[in-house]
């Protein structure tokens, strides 16, 4: 079997991919807007906040934490879900790498 696409790209280049994927989903990131303004752990809430199925919130949740960016404890039945704070600056450090290079008003301007 020939090599993946992936591998011909930089390690950056594909966890910033990884990352932008887990961000392209309105729910993601409205499940990450609200751990962010809660400032806590939150489980059940998402249900009764976003209007979306428990199955489908479980799926984008298991998203976010395939890449990280959020980190699950149990407790009792049921899970907590934070932002996984060193994971959190990875990412946006990725992030603000590939936009940090953009200088505005450089000479030779946009084509």
């Known amino acids: 079997m020939g090599i993946t696409k992936t591998e011909l ?7 910033i991919a990884l990352a932008a994927k ?12 609200y751990i962010l303004k809660t400032n806590a752990c939150i489980n059940s809430d998402l249900v009764q906040e976003l209007g979306l199925a428990q199955a489908t919130i479980s799926q984008h949740l298991r998203e976010l934490k395939d890449i990280g960016i959020i980190q699950g404890t149990i407790e009792g039945s049921r899970m ?4 996984n704070p060193a994971r959190w600056e990875e990412v946006r450090a ?3 790498g590939v936009f940090d290079q953009y200088l505005p008003g450089s000479p030779g301007g946009c084509c």
């Open 9 to 15: 790209f930089s390690e950056v280049d594909n966890q």
């Open 22 to 33: 887990a961000f392209a989903h309105p729910a993601r990131v409205a499940i990450l807007h």
């Open 80 to 83: 907590n879900y934070c932002i």
């Open 94 to 96: 990725l992030f603000l």
